[in-house]
C-alpha cells in the first residue's frame, strides 16, 4: 500500500462520520541532526510490543535512498497485521513516517494504517523521543474540515456543498464556489485537491465524477491565485 496524497491517484471510498474524514495519520519527529541520531539509538533500544528495527530492508533500498531511512518491523498481534514502517529524512531535516507496508495484504485500511502507527508511537516512538529530548507529533487520523481552514472558509464550502446543483452549476451556485475559492486562497487554506474530492464523496454524497472535476478546478484556482499574487507589480 503505497500513502499518498496527490490528486490523481483515486482512493478507496468509504462513509465515515459526517462532517469529519479519515486519514492517513502522520508520525514526524523534529530535531537537529544530532539529536534526530539519538532518537534513532534511543528508539532501536526501546523496541517492544513485537516491534523490531528491519536492518535487512534498510539495506536493500539504502544505495536509492536520497537521505536517512530507517525500517521498523512488526509481528502480526490481534488484529494488527504484520507490516514495515518507514521513518524517513525530509527535505527540510525531520523525521517522519513515509508509509506503512502490510506484509501479508496488498493494502491496510485506514483504520489499520492509524492503529500500526498509534502504537508504534505510544509504545516506542514517544518514550524514546522524550529521551533523546527531540519533539514528536502524532497527527490526527480523523480531522475536521477546520484542521485545514479557518470555521469561516469551512462554513462556505458545506454551504457550497449542501445547496449546488450537482449536475450542472447555476450561477448562485457558481457564486458560493468562487466565494469558498477566494476564501481558501486568502486564509492560506491546507485542504489538498485529493482531499477535498473525498470530502465531496463521503461527506457531501457528491457524484464522484463531479467531485473529482471541482476538486481539478479548485487546484487550478489556487495555483492561479498564487501566481497572479506573485507577479511583480
Not at 531535516?93 to 508511537?121: C, K, M, P
Request: aromatic residues 10%.
Amino acid at each position: 500500500m503505497v500513502c499518498t496524497r496527490t490528486l490523481l491517484v483515486q482512493s478507496s471510498i468509504r462513509v465515515v462520520r459526517i462532517h469529519s474524514m479519515k486519514v492517513y495519520g502522520d508520525l514526524i519527529v523534529r530535531g537537529d541532526e544530532k539529536a534526530l541520531k539519538r532518537f534513532i539509538v534511543a528508539l532501536e533500544q526501546r523496541l517492544t510490543n513485537g516491534w523490531s528495527r528491519y536492518h535487512e530492508r534498510e539495506a536493500e533500498v539504502g544505495r536509492l535512498a536520497l537521505g536517512s531511512m530507517y525500517c521498523f518491523a512488526c509481528k502480526a498481534q490481534g488484529s494488527r497485521p504484520a507490516s514495515e514502517l518507514w521513518l524517513v529524512t525530509s527535505s527540510d531535516g525531520h523525521l517522519f513516517v513515509s508509509n506503512i507496508l502490510a506484509r501479508e495484504f496488498s493494502s491496510l485500511t485506514y483504520d489499520q494504517y492509524n492503529a500500526i502507527i498509534s502504537d508504534f508511537y505510544r509504545t516506542c516512538a514517544k518514550p524514546a523521543a522524550d529521551s533523546a529530548q527531540v519533539s514528536i507529533e502524532l497527527g490526527n487520523p480523523d480531522p475536521q474540515l477546520e484542521d485545514f481552514m479557518p470555521p469561516a472558509t469551512a462554513r462556505l464550502l458545506r454551504n457550497f456543498a449542501s445547496s449546488a446543483n450537482r449536475s450542472i452549476l447555476h450561477p448562485l451556485d457558481r457564486r458560493r464556489w468562487n466565494e469558498f475559492l477566494t476564501s481558501a486562497h486568502r486564509e492560506g487554506a491546507e485542504l489538498s485537491a485529493d482531499l477535498l474530492k473525498r470530502w465531496l464523496i463521503e461527506e457531501a454524497n457528491w457524484p464522484e465524477d463531479e467531485a473529482f472535476s471541482l476538486a481539478v478546478e479548485y487546484e487550478h484556482a489556487r495555483d492561479l491565485l498564487a501566481t497572479y499574487e506573485s507577479r511583480p507589480a
